[in-house]
């Protein structure tokens, strides 16, 4: 009996031991093609390093305002007797906006008119009889002090007959009519916007360090999202002798001729004051630039060893440090070299040392003014 139990374990042990044989030769199998086995090459697209002269510039956001812009209200309560405008009209300086119902002081300044008159008569006849000796110098001092007392109260009914009589101050365009035909308005209720739109300014700032180099008379250039296909020329006629104080930032002015008045008062601009020098610079699409909280980087594209132009290259991660952006194109100031290789598209999905193939036939073209589509 022990014979027997003592056969059946050794067999179990062969059997257990063929079978643990037989998988440790897959498992060498399976690690020995792993291996062999090369990851295939990832398809990006590249693009060359290029040195190019760049204009320096100053960047900022800013906003557009009326060399002139007011919205009309009543110096004095009263009724509306006569809107003299529509919504939008182009107006001269002078013209008739708004007239409020003057009817009581056009009375009054008849009356007082008519009281002027008499006190002139009277002031003649004093004069005459002072001439004579039959009268006193007060008689005469009196005639001429009511006279005096009349013309003044009757430029006073004037003076508030012409406050209720609003005129355009200067030369602009309308806004939309805030008020109607018999409606009372109270003193500063708005009656219509007037904007004078050519010339008109872009109000900014920038940081005290740029300070030095800003002069008036700089060329400067926006660019609205209103209008994105188009850039606006202008000049910087302004610079604030003081700067702010809780942003140690200066302000500063520029106008622009605005003939086409395509710019309006309250719009956002994004504006670049123009230095006189042209900087060298290194070039690389934007796209090229995986940016990262540790930093930007790029990848390098590298020859195999040996350089066999037609097998797979590999990339290389390098960190660089990025300038200003140009369109779709950034420059680099320092990680670089012109002539360098980088990869443009498809950066997610690489890795140091990864083999690619480089197909720039699907590629988006880079241009420093692109002009997006419509959506």
């Known amino acids: ?20 044989g037989i998988k440790s030769m897959q498992f060498k199998a399976l690690m020995a093609s792993g291996k062999k086995f090369t990851q295939p090459p990832e398809t990006i697209s590249s693009a060359v390093v290029k040195e190019e002269k760049w204009q320096s510039t100053f960047s900022a956001i800013g906003s557009i305002t009326a060399v002139q812009g007011v919205t ?37 300044l008849r009356a007082i008119e008519a009281q002027t008159a008499l006190a002139k ?33 009757a430029d006073a009914v004037r003076a508030t007959i012409e406050k209720k009589t609003i005129r355009a101050p200067f030369a602009g365009r309308l806004g939309i009519r805030m008020v109607n035909l018999g409606q009372y308005l109270d003193t500063g209720k708005p009656i219509v916007s007037l904007q004078a739109l050519s010339p008109v300014y872009a109000d900014f700032s920038l940081p005290q360090q740029d300070l030095a180099q800003l002069k008036t008379g700089m060329r400067v250039r926006i660019t609205t999202d209103a209008y994105p296909n188009r850039q606006f020329e202008g000049t910087l006629n302004a610079i604030n002798p003081d700067l702010d104080q809780s942003t140690r930032s200066v302000g500063l002015q520029a106008t622009f001729e605005n003939a086409d008045q395509t710019l309006r008062p ?55 440090r990025t300038g200003k952006a140009h369109g779709d ?16 598209s498809g950066l997610f999905k690489l890795r140091n040392g990864m083999a690619v193939v480089e197909n720039n036939d699907l590629a988006p073209k880079s241009e420093q003014t692109p002009h997006p589509p419509d959506a």
């Open 1 to 20: 009996m022990k014979s027997k139990i003592l056969i059946a374990i050794l067999i179990v042990l062969v059997v257990v031991g063929a079978i643990a």
């Open 72 to 108: 009309m209200t009543p110096d004095i309560p009263g009724t509306v007797r006569e809107i003299a405008f529509e919504s939008g009209a182009i107006v001269a300086k002078g013209d008739l906006l708004v007239r409020l119902d003057t009817s009581s002081e056009e009375a009054q």
């Open 121 to 153: 008569i009277n002031v003649e006849r004093e004069r005459a009889l002072r001439a004579q000796k039959m009268n006193s110098e007060l008689e005469l001092d009196t005639a001429e002090a009511t006279l005096k007392q009349n013309q003044a109260n």
């Open 266 to 320: 309250g719009m956002y601009a994004k504006v670049e004051v123009l230095l006189p020098e042209e900087q060298p610079v290194l070039v690389i699409p934007a796209t090229a630039v995986l940016s990262a909280p540790f930093g930007d980087s790029v990848y390098l594209i590298e020859s195999k060893p040996g350089g066999d132009s037609k097998g797979p290259a590999t990339v290389r991660q390098q960190f660089i």
């Open 329 to 344: 194109f950034v420059s680099v100031e320092s990680g670089i070299k012109a002539g360098d290789r980088v990869v443009s």
